[in-house]
């Protein structure tokens, strides 16, 4: 396979995603390519991907590979690091897993095929279990140092949007965040709830036309048209004050206030929503497992089982929603649906003298037709 094409290169999958241009080839180094990440591409509609490192490493079954391979993307993974020193524009071909620029190799990567992914994925298992250990072990140490932090008093932060008695979305982008947020679309139009976006979840809501009230992250995976939409800014901050965020609401002129309190910014988000006193907080695209955490890159998710446990009652995970039903149409249902919009039409045509005898004259020809 020989593939020709311009390459855009960076070290971070969820900025090159946003500046590639269709047909362009990824180069990327990203160990354990994630499904999220892998959707991103393929939606930037990218010719091929580069990756440095190994898009499967081993330590658990990460399903990137297989949303490339299914779009029929191809990827060139274990490229080594040489490749990113190759500058965005530059023309590269890719022969036999060789990537030449200007007729020299600049590394060698070995094609995703159906064959390997499987073996790669058959190999995952066997470290499953160890790695499900050390993840609940890590959850049980944090948890334990995290639980003051979380489940006493935090100081929030004065907000202009008002929660309280009020249903809440909270989108945060995780795995199948767009088809649960199109799922739960007719309750969101019925209900009009309070919109929050966690980061890129904001990007979400507006690409399905809706306007987020309140955005809170630390600001790295959201666009800038998201930022821009006039909702309230919240940037999540460590314990300490600091806050990376913060450089770039500056530098675009955004008015923010400041939440430093501990864990992931969706939990920061759920305790915010709760504090305010919402009536009700639907959660999509939420991390509620071990492999949507080890792909987010973290070790445990203490931080999450403690604020899940906090918000109780008030909390519903529409994770998977999309998948839990879908209504199948039968030939039956749309004969009485065919059937019931056709008798207003013989009414009219019976009590319509125009309409009665032009379908008289239609029939007369159609007789005639058929005597033909």
């Known amino acids: ?12 999958t969820k900025n090159l995603t946003k500046r590639i241009e269709p047909g362009q080839i990824a180069v990327i180094c990203h160990p354990d390519l994630d499904e999220i990440a892998a959707k991103a591409l393929v939606g930037a509609k990218v010719k091929a991907v580069i ?3 190994l898009s499967i490493t081993g330590k658990y079954p990460n399903l990137g590979p297989q949303v490339l391979l299914k779009a029929g993307i191809p990827l060139f993974d274990d490229a080594g690091i040489e490749v990113m020193s190759l500058a965005d524009g530059q023309m590269i071909i890719i022969n036999e897993g060789k990537i030449l620029y200007k007729n020299k190799i600049v590394g060698i990567g070995q094609e995703m095929t159906e064959e390997r992914l499987k073996n790669l994925l058959d190999e995952t298992q066997k470290n499953i279990n160890q790695e499900l250990s050390n993840f609940v072990n890590n959850t049980l140490n944090y ?3 995290e639980k003051e932090l979380i489940l006493n008093e935090v100081a929030f932060p004065k907000i202009k949007t008002n929660f309280q008695g009020k249903h809440v979305v909270v989108v945060v982008r995780g795995q199948g965040y767009k088809e649960d947020l199109l799922a739960i679309k007719p309750y969101i139009n019925e209900v009009k709830p309070i919109m929050v976006g966690v980061d890129g979840g904001a990007d979400a809501l507006l690409e399905l036309g809706y306007k987020p009230h309140l955005i809170i992250g ?4 959201i666009s800038d048209e998201a930022l821009k939409c006039k909702a309230e800014l919240l940037v999540h901050a460590y314990i300490n004050g600091k806050a990376p965020g913060i450089e770039r609401l500056n530098k675009l002129n955004l008015q923010y206030s400041l939440f430093p309190v ?3 910014s969706e939990d920061a988000a759920l305790l915010l929503v709760h504090a305010k006193k919402a009536e009700l907080i639907v959660a999509v695209g939420t991390h509620s497992n ?3 955490f080890l792909e987010k890159g973290r070790a445990g998710m203490a931080s999450t089982v403690l604020v899940r446990i906090k918000v109780g009652a008030k909390f519903i995970d529409a994770k998977g929603v999309s998948k839990l039903y879908r209504p199948k149409v039968y030939f039956g249902h749309l004969a009485q649906v065919l059937a019931a919009g056709l008798i207003p039409i013989f009414i009219v045509t019976a009590i319509s003298p125009i309409l009665n005898q032009f379908w008289r004259i239609i029939i007369l020809k159609l007789r005639l037709l058929i005597r033909v």
Do not use: W
Not at 218 to 221: A, F, I, N, V
């Open 1 to 12: 396979m020989q593939i020709k094409g311009k390459v855009c290169v960076d070290t971070k």
């Open 51 to 53: 990756n440095a490192e």
């Open 143 to 145: 948890a334990q140092k």
């Open 218 to 221: 630390d600001m790295d995976s």
């Open 262 to 264: 501990p864990g992931t």
């Open 290 to 292: 071990m492999i949507d």
